[in-house]
């Protein structure tokens, strides 16, 4: 259970692509770039078996590349044998595949992609037209015969991006006509579909779709952006916070979309304007608690202090004083988890200087009894002295804290109007921001892209975007510009996901863990720790460790019900695992998309 990739140099976007997507999914692969291969690929076993489940060319022809007349006999062999089946991943039509010449070449954003009624079957998980980010290259092209080709992805006037070629003897691959790197959104949504046809459905590894959203500063305030000065105001009667009506438009918000807010709260701010306001009373956390059910609450210290040069007493001190805050007003915050205000008390490669990590925070953290710390997923990190810096978006260690990286996002910390945001981006030197729409359909398009890359790191945003504008009364106009980007996202979401797929919202501990498992996998697979192999109705796992090892399977009798059949983790034994394969699941309806939910498990433990 194992999958070949193959380039040509290896720089191919469909090999980059397919590389890290399987690295993500947890599938066992080996990638090879055919001009450093110095020995022969290895197709079969000792005893006929095939040494790999599925094969993955980055483009066409790389077979006649890598093999001689006599291997590739062999590898044909294995395929009519054993129903072993290739993915060319970009390929130039012809008669060799099936196809017509192209009658036509150019950019695939011209075009409309659409599922055919195969293509609903291999892609249960879609809607019927493909979305399409520029940058790809398509041919197009015609089936020579409906009975040797079987179009998926039908582009104008029939012609085929998409589908599967049946040989004369058996054999079966699928070809895209088109290219596709890994953040092209029309390439992240068909890989999970290729990869269950590729393995007939069962493989080692699993997908699923992620939306965890979390709101910092909430009950503090935030600096307000002045469009007429270009320059961030820091006066305390300036701050932007967000009001009672603001806390209720978001509860009401996140039940009809079916979305929970993960709220990192400072209880500094609501301390502060409860005595400001005279009696101790803040209307804006009265409004959070009663509507407490649409929220989740994270500790993001209690005054949003700079930890970068506190000392180990003073950390523990914003720690602890709000979670004590928090059990007196009758907060349930999510237990060992921290956002330290602006990401301080952690390294900043990207501050000038660059900055350190405090070495007060390790201790403070373990004495904190934190587990699991927010970073900015768009930052690298330092690793130990004399090693590569983490990349960004990494999981790491602070002494036993897991750093969790959370994307950022395009509305920034000081701006709760579209003129902010516009100005804002432009006198940080963004090029091109013409409009608020421009903004926000550029920023959906990447939030969606995550969405359906199997990734389940945050994304975070800050309580002034959540501000909605009123008029003198106090009556409610204009939702917040919070709104205005993930009621895109989420049409987005419901535009192209089909009724049966579900939203994932793991917390930043679920986050934390989930990522853990991965890498932990990881290293089993490089370590080599676990074999498995297919026959005809079980899937057989060896654990070849002492102790017992995790592992992440689709397709077989255990798990939970997805859109791709069963997956989830699997708790192995030291020793053999024998798994019924789950029989093929119906196709999924295709009404619209369901909203995002707040389910947040991922699989068996």
Same mark, same amino acid.
């Given at each position: 259970?194992?999958?070949?990739?193959?380039?040509?140099t290896?720089?191919?976007?469909?090999?980059?692509?397919?590389?890290?997507?399987l690295?993500?999914?947890?599938?066992?692969?080996?990638?090879?770039?055919?001009?450093?291969?110095?020995?022969?690929?290895?197709?079969?076993?000792?005893?006929?078996?095939?040494?790999?489940?599925?094969?993955i060319?980055?483009?066409?022809?790389?077979?006649?590349?890598?093999?001689?007349?006599?291997?590739?006999?062999?590898?044909?062999?294995?395929?009519?044998?054993?129903g072993?089946?290739?993915?060319?991943?970009?390929?130039?039509?012809?008669?060799?595949?099936?196809?017509?010449?192209?009658r036509?070449?150019?950019?695939?954003?011209?075009?409309?992609?659409?599922?055919t009624?195969?293509?609903?079957?291999?892609?249960?998980?879609?809607?019927?037209?493909?979305?399409?980010?520029?940058?790809?290259?398509?041919?197009l092209?015609?089936?020579?015969?409906?009975?040797?080709?079987?179009?998926?992805?039908?582009?104008?006037?029939?012609?085929?991006?998409?589908?599967?070629?049946?040989?004369?003897?058996?054999?079966?691959?699928?070809?895209?006509?088109?290219?596709?790197?890994?953040?092209?959104?029309?390439?992240?949504?068909?890989?999970?579909?290729?990869?269950?046809?590729?393995?007939?459905?069962?493989?080692?590894?699993?997908?699923?779709?992620?939306?965890?959203?979390?709101?910092?500063d909430?009950?503090?305030?935030?600096?307000?952006?002045?469009?007429?000065?270009?320059?961030?105001?820091?006066?305390?009667?300036s701050?932007?916070?967000?009001?009672?009506?603001? *806390?209720?438009? #978001? /509860?009401?918000?996140? %039940?009809? &979309?079916?979305?929970? !807010?993960?709220? @990192?709260?400072?209880?500094a701010?609501?301390?502060?304007?409860?005595?400001?306001?005279?009696?101790?009373?803040?209307?804006?956390?009265?409004?959070?608690?009663?509507?407490?059910?649409?929220?989740?609450?994270?500790?993001?210290?209690?005054?949003?202090?700079?930890?970068?040069?506190?000392?180990?007493?003073?950390?523990?001190?914003e720690?602890?004083?709000?979670?004590?805050?928090?059990?007196?007003?009758?907060?349930?915050?999510?237990?060992?988890?921290?956002?330290?205000?602006?990401?301080t008390?952690? *390294?900043?490669? #990207? /501050?000038?200087?660059? %900055?350190? &990590?405090?070495?007060? !925070?390790?201790? @403070?953290?373990?004495?904190?009894?934190?587990?699991?710390?927010a970073?900015?997923?768009?930052?690298?990190?330092?690793?130990?002295?004399g090693?590569?810096?983490?990349?960004?978006?990494?999981?790491?260690?602070?002494?036993?804290?897991?750093?969790?990286?959370?994307?950022?996002?395009?509305?920034?910390?000081?701006?709760?109007?579209?003129?902010?945001?516009?100005?804002?981006?432009?006198?940080?030197?963004?090029?091109?921001?013409?409009?608020?729409?421009?903004?926000?359909?550029?920023?959906?398009?990447?939030v969606?892209?995550?969405?359906?890359?199997?990734?389940?790191?945050p994304?975070?945003?800050?309580?002034?975007?959540?501000?909605?504008?009123?008029?003198?009364?106090?009556?409610?106009?204009?939702?917040?510009?919070?709104?205005?980007?993930?009621?895109?996202?989420?049409?987005?979401?419901?535009?192209?996901?089909?009724?049966?797929?579900?939203?994932?919202?793991?917390?930043?501990?679920?986050?934390?863990?989930?990522?853990?498992?991965?890498?932990?996998?990881?290293?089993?697979?490089?370590?080599?720790?676990?074999?498995?192999?297919?026959?005809?109705?079980?899937?057989?796992?060896?654990?070849?460790?002492?102790?017992?090892?995790?592992?992440?399977?689709?397709?077989?009798v255990?798990?939970?019900?997805?859109?791709?059949?069963?997956?989830?983790?699997?708790?192995?034994?030291?020793?053999?695992?024998?798994?019924?394969?789950?029989?093929?699941?119906?196709?999924?309806?295709?009404?619209?998309a369901?909203?995002?939910?707040?389910?947040?498990?991922?699989?068996?433990?």
């Amino acid at each position: 259970m194992r999958l070949l990739l193959l380039g040509l140099t290896g720089t191919e976007p469909a090999y980059g692509a397919w590389a890290r997507w399987l690295s993500r999914a947890g599938v066992p692969f080996d990638a090879i770039a055919l001009k450093d291969l110095l020995e022969p690929i290895e197709f079969d076993g000792e005893h006929g078996e095939s040494r790999f489940q599925g094969i993955i060319l980055a483009e066409a022809g790389l077979m006649d590349i890598a093999l001689d007349g006599s291997a590739r006999a062999g590898l044909e062999r294995l395929e009519r044998t054993h129903g072993l089946r290739r993915l060319i991943a970009y390929a130039y039509p012809g008669p060799e595949l099936g196809l017509s010449s192209p009658r036509w070449s150019g950019r695939l954003e011209e075009l409309e992609a659409t599922l055919t009624p195969s293509g609903r079957r291999v892609f249960p998980y879609l809607q019927d037209r493909l979305p399409i980010d520029p940058g790809s290259w398509a041919y197009l092209a015609s089936a020579e015969s409906a009975s040797r080709f079987e179009t998926l992805v039908a582009g104008p006037d029939g012609s085929a991006l998409v589908g599967i070629h049946r040989r004369d003897d058996g054999r079966e691959e699928m070809v895209q006509t088109f290219d596709a790197n890994f953040a092209q959104v029309q390439g992240q949504l068909l890989r999970a579909g290729q990869l269950a046809w590729l393995t007939g459905g069962t493989y080692i590894g699993f997908a699923r779709n992620y939306l965890s959203i979390q709101i910092d500063d909430v009950l503090a305030g935030n600096h307000s952006w002045r469009v007429d000065t270009h320059e961030s105001d820091r006066r305390p009667e300036s701050s932007l916070r967000m009001t009672a009506a603001d *806390a209720r438009h #978001a /509860a009401r918000w996140a %039940r009809s &979309q079916g979305v929970r !807010l993960d709220l @990192a709260y400072n209880g500094a701010g609501s301390v502060q304007h409860g005595a400001v306001a005279g009696g101790g009373s803040d209307s804006l956390l009265a409004a959070l608690l009663a509507d407490r059910e649409a929220f989740g609450w994270i500790n993001h210290t209690f005054g949003h202090r700079n930890l970068d040069e506190l000392g180990q007493a003073e950390i523990e001190a914003e720690i602890e004083r709000n979670f004590n805050w928090a059990n007196e007003v009758g907060i349930a915050f999510e237990p060992h988890t921290l956002v330290t205000g602006a990401h301080t008390g952690l *390294a900043n490669l #990207a /501050a000038t200087p660059p %900055r350190p &990590q405090n070495p007060h !925070l390790r201790g @403070a953290l373990a004495a904190q009894r934190i587990r699991y710390l927010a970073c900015d997923a768009s930052r690298a990190y330092p690793a130990r002295q004399g090693e590569a810096a983490w990349p960004p978006g990494s999981t790491f260690m602070i002494g036993t804290a897991v750093a969790v990286p959370r994307h950022p996002t395009v509305l920034p910390h000081d701006a709760a109007t579209p003129s902010q945001v516009l100005d804002r981006l432009r006198s940080e030197g963004h090029v091109g921001v013409n409009s608020f729409s421009q903004v926000v359909d550029a920023e959906a398009r990447r939030v969606f892209r995550s969405v359906v890359s199997n990734d389940p790191r945050p994304h975070y945003f800050h309580q002034s975007n959540l501000i909605c504008a009123s008029d003198r009364a106090g009556t409610e106009t204009t939702p917040g510009i919070f709104y205005a980007l993930m009621d895109a996202v989420l049409e987005r979401c419901r535009a192209h996901l089909s009724n049966d797929v579900v939203l994932l919202q793991p917390s930043l501990s679920e986050s934390g863990r989930l990522l853990l498992r991965l890498q932990a996998w990881r290293d089993v697979l490089a370590i080599g720790s676990i074999r498995a192999y297919l026959e005809p109705t079980r899937v057989v796992m060896v654990n070849d460790s002492p102790v017992a090892l995790e592992a992440p399977i689709t397709g077989t009798v255990a798990g939970e019900r997805h859109t791709a059949g069963n997956s989830g983790w699997l708790r192995l034994p030291p020793g053999e695992t024998v798994l019924e394969r789950q029989r093929k699941p119906e196709p999924a309806a295709h009404d619209g998309a369901r909203t995002a939910s707040h389910r947040s498990g991922f699989g068996l433990s």
